[in-house]
Antibody, heavy 117, light 107 residues
Framework: QVQLQESGPGLVKPSETLSLTCTVSGGSVSGYYWSWIRQPPGKGLEWIGYIYYSGSTNYNPSLESRVTISVDTSKNQFSLRLSSVTAADTAVYYC???????????WGQGTLVTVSS | ETVLTQSPATLSLSPGERAALSCRASQSISSYLAWYQQKPGQAPRLLIYDASNRATGIPARFSGSGSGTDFTLTISSLEPEDFAVYYCQQRSNWPWTFGQGTKVEIK
């Protein structure tokens, strides 16, 4: 069974960069697409972007200027960087495996990131 | 961006009753629609993909239908563990988007 676990700071200051890592266990990142999704408190879900294990990416245009997703196959991890954060970026951030069909079949438990000084 | 509008926002039902949740797309998305279930404090779980296909391990009481712009998730007989928030998600047009959710609560 594939398992994903997000890690990173829970508090980020405004204008700084949010950095999260997702560690995949029970399977390999190779051969799959991997995604980041976020959910502001009490609100709906937003797809941030995804990366193929080879390194090709696709980002939500609303965030594209501030987002970088990368993958490290040797560590079986992929990562998210979101720059110039504001309070609007406060959310639970989920990592997930994206199927070839564009669905999300395995998810991490999520990690709350709060943007505040 | 393709907007998905879910209705109703809240559905109040009793265990054993049938639930019908709607998801309407702002433009045609063929059958490229999925449904997820989310319980408090948990990540979403994939229920249905490509409008009508149950994901692995999903009980037969969950079914999906529709194509184009109108879709429905039906739970034939609600079990206590089915009370949760349900989201639809389209993969026809990037960025892939989610609806705002329908909460199924115990009446």
């Amino acid at each position: 069974q594939v398992q994903l676990q997000e890690s990173g700071p829970g508090l980020v200051k405004p204008s700084e960069t949010l950095s999260l890592t997702c560690t995949v266990s029970g399977g390999s990142v190779s051969g799959y697409y991997w995604s980041w999704i976020r959910q502001p408190p009490g609100k709906g879900l937003e797809w941030i972007g995804y990366i193929y294990y080879s390194g090709s990416t696709n980002y939500n245009p609303s965030l594209e200027s501030r987002v970088t997703i990368s993958v490290d196959t040797s560590k079986n991890q992929f990562s998210l960087r979101l720059s110039s954060v504001t309070a609007a970026d406060t959310a639970v951030y989920y990592c997930a495996r994206r199927t070839p069909g564009g669905n999300l079949d395995f998810w991490g438990q999520g990690t709350l990131v709060t943007v505040s000084s | 961006e393709t907007v998905l509008t879910q209705s109703p926002a809240t559905l109040s039902l009793s265990p054993g009753e049938r639930a019908a949740l709607s998801c309407r797309a702002s433009q045609s998305i063929s059958s490229y629609l999925a449904w997820y279930q989310q319980k408090p404090g948990q990540a979403p779980r994939l229920l249905i993909y490509d409008a009508s296909n149950r994901a692995t391990g999903i009980p037969a009481r969950f079914s999906g239908s529709g194509s184009g712009t109108d879709f429905t998730l039906t739970i034939s007989s609600l079990e206590p563990e089915d009370f949760a928030v349900y989201y639809c998600q389209q993969r026809s047009n990037w960025p892939w988007t989610f609806g705002q959710g329908t909460k199924v609560e115990i009446k």
